[in-house]
């Protein structure tokens, strides 16, 4: 049974870093894409970082390119935030599936629970 858990969020001001973690377990699928989505009130759950560990494919949505990093060890998936915005102010969520990256969040079959992250001075 494949099982994520998120941790690190917080509240931070402008211009603060963050680091989120995702560890996983249950994890064999031979093809896997690794994802953090973020989730603000009244919109829809989007993808910030997607991550193929095999291939070493990543993506990063344009609101956050040059400013979030993926990194992982073993079962662990950091995420590093950096220069962080009030617009980056959501629940972030990690998520798992079997195959190729996909953006869209019904690609995804596991979740964690989300950590929040605020950003405001």
């Known amino acids: 049974q494949v099982h994520l858990m998120e941790s690190g969020g917080g509240s931070v001001q402008p211009g603060r870093p963050l680091r989120l973690s995702c560890v996983t377990s249950g994890v064999t699928y031979s093809t896997l894409c690794m994802g953090w989505f973020r989730q603000a009130p009244g919109t829809e759950r989007k993808a910030v970082a997607l991550i193929n560990p095999t291939s070493g494919y990543v993506w990063y949505a344009d609101s956050v390119k040059g400013r979030f990093t993926w990194s992982r060890d073993d079962a662990n998936n950091s995420l590093n935030m950096n220069d962080l915005k009030p617009e980056d102010t959501a629940m972030y969520y990690c998520?798992?599936?079997?195959?190729?990256?996909?953006?869209?969040?019904?690609?995804?079959?596991?979740w964690g629970q989300g950590t929040q992250v605020t950003v405001s001075s």
């Open positions: 998520a798992a599936r079997s195959g190729n990256c996909a953006s869209a969040p019904t690609a995804f079959s596991n």
